[in-house]
């Protein structure tokens, strides 16, 4: 059974640029190798833990709970499909990383979640909050942001 997270991100930048940005944090950090490129992370790569990621422009769906239970319109969604082949944590650790450097780039607001179960962590303006659950969030993961943030668990009302 896959593992899914997603980065949805209410954003003015096209997912062509956050393609980009995404890109670039992911070389700089290691995750992402030589033979990888912007575009490709439109139409999904592997990072080296084996985790598929994949930038796409948001569908606006009546259903969707970041709209219906934040507030929250995305235009792009990042997608981090794990491996469970390999090590989870590990590739928590890179989505994370990812996710912060990708918010360092990218303006607006965004949350991170587990298939509309789990929100590990709220964008709203420049305040980010992450999940109290200090095995989603434990130290070393909390060291790995950029951003500043509190800790507040937000939920989606079917969760």
């Given at each position: 059974?896959?593992?899914?997270?997603?980065?949805?991100l209410a954003t003015p930048a096209p997912a062509t640029d956050v393609a980009r940005e995404l890109h670039g944090v992911g070389r700089t950090l290691?995750?992402?190798?030589?033979?990888t490129s912007a575009d490709g992370v439109l139409d999904g790569v592997a990072t080296g833990l084996g985790t598929w990621v994949r930038v796409t422009e948001a569908?606006?769906?009546?259903?969707?709970?970041?709209?219906?239970?934040l507030?929250?319109?995305p235009t792009v969604s990042v997608t981090f499909r794990l491996d469970t082949d390999n090590e989870i944590g590990f590739q928590q650790?890179?989505?994370?990383?990812?996710?912060?450097g990708l918010?360092?780039?990218v303006p607006g607001d965004a949350v991170l979640h587990r298939e509309f179960e789990d929100i590990w962590l709220l964008?709203?303006?420049?305040?980010v909050t992450l999940n109290e659950q200090d095995d989603l969030w434990p130290p070393h993961r909390q060291a790995a942001l950029s951003q500043r943030y509190r800790r507040e668990t937000h939920t989606f009302a079917d969760s």
């Open positions: 059974m896959a593992i899914s997270y997603s980065l949805a290691g995750v992402l190798d030589a033979s569908k606006a769906r009546s259903w969707d709970p970041v709209t219906n239970d507030g929250m319109v650790d890179d989505m994370v990383r990812l996710a912060s918010l360092d780039r964008r709203r303006g420049t305040e």
